[in-house]
């Protein structure tokens, strides 16, 4: 079983930067892909950025340009740096692992756009 641990999420004013941190509890080697999802107040849960083992990396176009998502293989951890925030992007933000028929979450981390 892995854990994966969310953090870096808070109170930002529009136009400014975050960035998160999924860190786990194992090697992030063996996965597949791993990537950030987000949830808003009564919508489902979406995809965000997605990395894959190789290095390959996916955005949702509504972030295309100003998230970057990234991992450390040495620190087991995946970031998701997150610059010229608007308030649409107010959600709690998840860490997501994928290899195979194993898919694991974080708790989640929340992170709110305003003024």
């Known amino acids: 079983q892995v854990q994966l641990v969310e953090s870096g999420g808070g109170l930002v004013q529009p136009g400014g930067s975050l960035r998160l941190s999924c860190a786990a509890s194992g090697s992030i080697l063996s996965f597949n892909r791993m990537g950030w999802y987000r949830q808003a107040p009564g919508k489902q849960r979406g995809v965000v950025a997605l990395?894959?083992?190789?290095?390959?990396?996916n955005y949702a176009d509504s972030v295309k340009g100003r998230f970057t998502i990234s991992r450390d293989n040495a620190k087991n951890t995946v970031y998701l740096q997150m610059n010229s925030l608007k308030p649409e992007d107010t959600a709690v933000y998840y860490c997501n692992a994928y290899r195979g028929r194993e898919d694991y979450w974080g708790q989640g981390t929340q992170v709110t756009v305003s003024s």
């Open positions: 990395i894959t083992s190789g290095g390959n990396t």
